[in-house]
């Protein structure tokens, strides 16, 4: 069930993408009055599932989910229509148009794409507002992962600064100004100042663990009773709500992850534990279960520490919502640069790596997080220069307002069937990493 609620998220986000990002380039050449022949949903090759037309566009729905086309009269594109081309140029056709036309066309399904991300990112802060916990707020610190211990971090540090950015709370950005810092600033024991010099190309090494689940970081949780169990350890020994377990069988367990460490060493035993209640400290013996449990569910992180919210109306979302389009914009090619390395290339996924970051259970805030975010990165990756993306037509018609010259059909016939060779060999590499990915590590 939770392999099936990913799958449909994944192609309802991709849906939406692709379905906006050719609107786009629909409504700009509508715009400027050049027919459009073919509006389609995935693409359709041998067969197609649905289709009907209106006027003179047919609409359809393809069965191959890697993308989507809007087709126009006297263009070179995906369908490489030569008959067409080497007809008389018609009025309403792309080719006749004047250059600035034709690239504004192009453009229009990146810009809807952010126009998208923009718009998404507006409406979840002005439904749900921004609330985050402040790395200072969380007394307890991070815990984080075996490598980020190797690299200097101790469990429990509470970051300050990477470089000289203030670090506020945990989030993408926050992470990645951490990865990519060259001195990351922590506070440790609560009272130490410390600066941790980071790794070269420490990136790479999170990127490793993050594709094997590991976070580099997160809240370290207190254990702070919320309820109890009847029959089990913990209320028998007289525990109730608030009360926080600070130290199991003499060892300081000031998050879950030591509380719970401790427990599974001592399953079937009673043992001496610490806490504090109205501010004072006392100590019980508890009894502990084969399972390594003694009854207790755990407050919310969010209710025991003070957390910071945001509210937003109408007009202050939209803003923001810009500066959030925007900054995961920036954060996302700033990390293009890695791709360039062999380091990079292994860490590049496909579908299956797209799919993955959709959660197991259906979160409407989640979904529309991070459907903004792939419209972000849909939106840059059309717009690099390589042919057969919406990039290779915007630098051929760069070339042409410059020099005034228009390139050869043949050229532009030419560059298409190579950009789309090189498309087809890197989704499969980029697919052929997750396959890799899934059966072998």
């Known amino acids: 069930m939770e392999i099936a609620i990913k799958v449909i998220q994944f192609f309802m986000s991709l849906s939406l993408l692709v379905a906006i990002h050719e609107f786009g380039h629909f409504i700009m050449a509508r715009i400027f009055k050049i027919r459009v022949e073919k509006f389609y949903i995935f693409f359709n090759p041998w067969f197609t599932p649905y289709k009907k037309k209106i006027g003179e566009t047919e609409y359809g729905v393809g069965w191959l989910p890697l993308g989507g086309y809007v087709s126009l009269s006297g263009m070179i594109d995906e369908s490489m229509d030569k008959e067409q081309m080497a007809q008389p140029e018609q009025p309403w056709e792309f080719r006749a148009k004047p250059a600035y ?192 449990k003694i009854g207790i569910t755990l407050t919310p992180i969010n209710d025991i520490y003070e957390t910071k919210t945001i509210d937003y109306n109408l007009w202050q979302s939209i803003p923001r919502g810009v500066e959030m389009g925007v900054e995961k914009l920036t954060s996302y090619v700033s990390q293009m640069k890695y791709v360039f390395t062999s380091e990079g290339a292994k860490s590049l996924g496909g579908f299956g790596a797209l799919g993955s970051i959709f959660p197991e259970t259906w979160n409407w805030a989640n979904f529309w997080s991070i459907t903004a975010f792939l419209s972000v990165i849909l939106a840059f990756m059309n717009i690099l220069p390589i042919p057969a993306l919406d990039g290779g037509h915007v630098l051929f018609l760069l070339v042409e307002m410059i020099t005034r010259r228009k390139p050869s059909e043949k050229f532009l016939e030419y560059a298409q069937m190579a950009g789309m060779v090189f498309l087809l060999l890197l989704m499969v590499y980029a697919n052929g990493n997750d396959i890799y990915r899934f059966f072998f590590k």
């Not at 453009?107 to 802060?125: R, S, T």
């Open 101 to 292: 036309q034709r690239l504004l066309i192009m453009v229009g399904g990146v810009l809807f794409n952010f126009i998208l991300a923009i718009a998404i990112y507006a409406g979840i802060v002005y439904t749900w507002g921004e609330q985050y916990l402040p790395y200072r707020n969380a007394t307890a610190g991070m815990m984080y992962s075996e490598t980020a211990h190797k690299a200097g971090f101790q469990d429990g540090d509470i970051p300050l600064y990477a470089d000289d950015k203030e670090l506020d709370y945990l989030s993408g950005e926050s992470v990645m100004d951490i990865v990519e810092a060259k001195e990351v600033k922590v506070l440790r024991n609560q009272q130490d100042t410390v600066t941790i010099s980071m790794p070269e190309n420490f990136i790479f090494a999170a990127n490793k663990d993050a594709e094997d689940g590991q976070l580099l970081m997160a809240y370290r949780l207190p254990v702070v009773v919320y309820d109890t169990q009847n029959g089990m350890g913990a209320i028998k020994a007289g525990l109730k709500r608030g009360d926080q377990i600070v130290g199991v069988n003499n060892v300081n367990t000031p998050s879950y992850d030591l509380f719970k460490a401790e427990l599974d060493a001592n399953k079937d035993k009673t043992i001496p534990v610490k806490y504090i209640r109205d501010g004072k400290e006392y100590t019980s013996d508890i009894e502990i279960d084969g399972g390594g």
